[in-house]
Nanobody, 126 residues
Framework: VQLQASGGGLVQPGGSLLLSCSAS????????IGWFRQAPGKEREGVLC????????DYLDSVKGRFIISRDNTNNKAYLQMSSLKPEDTAIYYC????????????????????WGQGTLVTVSS
């Protein structure tokens, strides 16, 4: 069982990146997928979640209108499209799969997430 986030890199402020989350060893289409991030010296925070029925749940006000979550159940993948990036978006981004198809109401409990993936580093800097 594995989740792998990819697509990170260095981008200038105002730029865009598309992160991918690939699942292997299990069928992710029945589970919610969440994106999280952890900036240097800060706690991990939830960003967005998408249910098995493609309903998005916001966990972070600061990315509203800039980040979009989506999924491709055929290919066992989920995505985080990030636009209008700011230096404060710099972090390691992780994806996680929930225990059911519904997104947890909030991002407070790590135990709400069944599988965690390796992260991908996003650096927003000029």
């Amino acid at each position: 069982v594995q989740l792998q986030a990819s697509g990170g890199g260095l981008v200038q402020p105002g730029g865009s990146l598309l992160l991918s989350c690939s699942a292997s060893g299990f069928t992710s289409s029945y589970l919610s997928i969440g994106w999280f991030r952890q900036a240097p010296g800060k706690e991990r925070e939830g960003v967005l979640c998408i249910s098995s029925g493609n309903i998005a749940t916001d966990y972070l006000d600061s990315v509203k209108g800039r980040f979009i979550i989506s999924r491709d159940n055929t290919n066992n993948k989920a995505y985080l499209q990030m636009s209008s990036l700011k230096p404060e978006d710099t972090a390691i981004y992780y994806c996680a799969a929930g225990w059911s198809g519904a997104c947890p109401r909030d991002d407070r409990q790590s135990s709400d997430w069944r599988y965690w993936g390796q992260g991908t580093l996003v650096t927003v800097s000029s």
